[in-house]
């Protein structure tokens, strides 16, 4: 490394209104969440000091220290003189799918599988960055609303960081998930209605227990963890970027994260300046807000009503990021799209059986929006498309029985 500095992280601001609320000798001076306009927190970093220091052959390097998510720390918050908590979380396949390929007519179409991750999906990026700086800021407990995955993942990393967790989750949360959260000594809250009021239970147990929340986007790290998903996809293709992204968007912070990693890359000069994938949020017909408000061309989504699908992931009502998930949609010209339960099940099989992935049910709704969108010609044959399967299906026991199993 060719400076003795330990962190590039410049300043934070309100992503939504630019004002800068920490920098300089009062930087990571203690636990934030929203800033005061009521909006996720922003992470810049001086790029232009890690350009000229930091090579990008640097990062692939086999002998640079630390493996996983946590070899882009000069893209990660964390002081570099610090060991982060982690679980060896990052580094994921990146898969063709020749078959599929072929069924569609597609030139080149990859799987991004997270399913592979510690805990089974991809919120341990997210919970491996927020935990370690949780902890590095005085946090004592930590306390999350989860409408699956997160919970068992906070549960996780908190473990290994030696921190009391709290989780709360509807109480139709896929057993195993609830399961893994008592298996990793956290405190499991069982709540009557959905992730948003999961949210405010939490919110308002957080004092009583002394807790710090991470929820989705209300702190600033979470996002940074997830950042690396477009930090990795882009080195694993030989530093260029694909021509569209696929991706389930419940909270949507892997889609947020993803377009500011390319951004920071562009300017570092280490991807095309210009190029950027199409994003595809995908969402279930039965809680779509992003969908509804991407057609409707609005700024905000309102919250949708008496969401329901079997993708646990994609039942989040509301999101606090919906501007910043908006934005990314139209800055890439990207476009929305929402399937029916019935078909994502179908494609959650599918997909599974022509790639050898253990596809979530997540993961088959972005084959079947593909279907779609390369049907009505948005998609062209001669392009690449990149699909993320968020989590493993090992853990949807629930939505496993419903699949249909094919004919002999």
């Known amino acids: 490394m060719a400076s003795a500095r330990t962190s590039y992280l410049h300043r934070l601001r309100c992503s939504l209104e630019g004002d800068v609320l920490q920098q300089g000798a009062n930087l990571l001076s203690g636990l934030l969440s929203l800033s005061p306009a009521g909006k996720p927190i922003w992470c810049d970093y001086d790029l232009k000091a890690i350009g000229a220091e930091i090579d990008r052959d640097q990062i692939s390097d086999a002998s640079r220290a630390g493996h996983g998510m946590w ?154 963890g997830k950042k690396t998903l477009g930090l990795e996809l882009a080195e694993q293709l030989g530093w260029r970027v694909p021509d569209v992204i696929f991706y389930p968007t419940g909270g949507g912070t892997g889609l947020i994260g993803m377009q500011k990693a390319f951004d920071e890359l562009a300017t570092l000069g280490w991807i095309d300046p210009v190029k950027r994938p199409r994003m595809v949020c995908v969402q279930s017909t039965g809680c779509a807000p992003m969908v509804r408000a991407f057609e409707e061309k609005q700024t905000f989504a309102r919250p949708w009503e008496n969401a329901r699908t079997c993708a646990s992931g994609l039942r989040v009502p509301g999101a606090v990021g919906d501007f910043l998930i908006l934005r990314a949609l139209r800055e890439s010209l990207g476009t929305a799209v929402a399937v029916e339960d019935a078909a994502l099940l179908d494609d959650m099989g599918a997909l599974s059986a022509a790639t050898g992935i253990c596809a979530a049910p997540e993961g088959g709704a972005c084959l079947t929006a593909l279907r779609s969108l390369r049907k009505s010609g948005w998609i062209k044959s001669h392009e690449e498309v990149v699909i993320f399967n968020t989590g493993t299906g090992a853990k949807y026991l629930e939505v496993l029985r419903q699949l249909k199993k094919p004919q002999p």
């Open 71 to 224: 070899r882009w720390r000069e893209l990660l918050p964390l002081p570099m003189d610090l060991e982060p908590v982690s679980l060896g979380e990052g580094d994921t396949p990146l898969l063709r799918a020749p078959s599929l390929e072929d069924e569609l007519e597609l030139d080149r179409l990859w799987i991004k599988d997270e399913g592979v991750n510690p805990t089974g999906s991809f919120k341990a990026r997210g919970m491996s960055a927020a935990v370690t700086m949780a902890k590095h800021l005085g946090a004592k407990a930590l306390v999350v609303p989860s409408a699956g995955n997160a919970g068992g993942a906070m549960a996780a990393y908190g473990a290994r960081a030696g921190l009391a967790t709290h989780v709360f989750v509807p109480e139709d949360t896929p057993e195993i998930n609830q399961l893994e959260v008592e298996l990793y000594g956290g405190n499991l809250y069982r709540i009557d209605g959905l992730i948003d009021e999961c949210g405010h239970q939490a919110a308002a147990k957080k004092d009583e227990l002394d807790a710090f929340a991470l929820s989705t986007l209300k702190e600033p790290y979470r996002l940074e």
